[in-house]
């Protein structure tokens, strides 16, 4: 799929094939920055992981 058309983490899950976001119309999309929330989780999670990573080795 093209990195410019959005995929659905949730619809896409166990699919053969990426499904299609439909952006305003998913209570998950967050409009104010243009991702979906399961996308926002993850990196703000891997954020938290680097940074515990860090903090460790010092």
């Known amino acids: ?3 410019d058309i959005p995929f659905c983490p949730l619809m896409s899950a166990g699919s053969e094939f990426d499904k ?3 952006l305003e119309r998913c209570s998950w999309y967050v409009p104010s920055v243009k991702k979906c929330s399961i996308y926002m989780i993850a990196y ?3 954020l938290d ?3 515990k990573q860090k ?3 010092k």
Do not use: E, I, P
Request: glycine residues 0%; positive net charge.
């Open 20 to 22: 299609v976001c439909t």
């Open 55 to 57: 903090a460790k080795k």
């Open 49 to 51: 992981v680097t940074a």
């Open 1 to 3: 799929m093209a990195n």
């Open 44 to 46: 703000n999670s891997l």
